[in-house]
């Protein structure tokens, strides 16, 4: 259970993480106006703008884990499958934001896919 649980933390945290080139981005456009910062944010181009709509994403994606992770732990189904999905999961949504920021749209979108069919999956097995 351990690793579900190191796997929900790396999802939580991971929508925040991958803003960080989108918050680097936003200081080369005079720092960050933590006032309007949406509207500063519609003004992001390239590797700024794919690493916001990484960011969103990664709060999409989080929903869906969340709930195949409660569909496991709600029915006592944590084992090997179940941690082996979450971690592929993790590992998709991580190579997602990746492929995102080089703007690798393909491969980006098998990662979207991989990510998604791990958290069906996991609920899917704890049927």
């Known amino acids: 259970m351990t690793i579900?649980?190191?796997?929900?933390?790396?999802?939580?945290?991971?929508?925040?993480?991958?803003?960080?080139?989108?918050?680097?981005?936003?200081?080369?456009?005079?720092?960050?106006?933590?006032?309007h910062p949406r509207q500063?944010?519609?003004q992001l181009i390239g590797l700024?703008?794919?690493a916001l709509a990484a960011h969103q994403n990664c709060f999409e994606s989080l929903a869906v884990f969340a709930v195949a992770l409660?569909?496991?732990?709600g029915t006592n189904n944590a084992n090997a499958?179940?941690?082996?999905?979450?971690?592929?999961?993790?590992?998709?949504?991580?190579?997602?934001?990746v492929f995102y920021y080089l703007n690798l749209d393909i491969i980006?979108?098998?990662?979207?896919f991989i990510g998604l069919g791990s958290?069906?999956?996991?609920?899917?097995?704890s049927l």
């Open 4 to 35: 579900l649980i190191v796997c929900a933390l790396l999802a939580v945290l991971m929508p925040y993480i991958a803003r960080i080139p989108a918050v680097i981005e936003l200081n080369k456009l005079g720092g960050y106006d933590n006032k």
């Open 40 to 42: 500063q944010q519609t």
């Open 48 to 50: 700024g703008a794919r």
């Open 70 to 73: 409660a569909v496991v732990l």
């Open 81 to 97: 499958v179940t941690e082996t999905l979450a971690m592929t999961h993790i590992i998709a949504r991580v190579l997602f934001c």
């Open 108 to 112: 980006r979108s098998i990662m979207w």
């Open 119 to 125: 958290a069906i999956a996991m609920i899917v097995v």
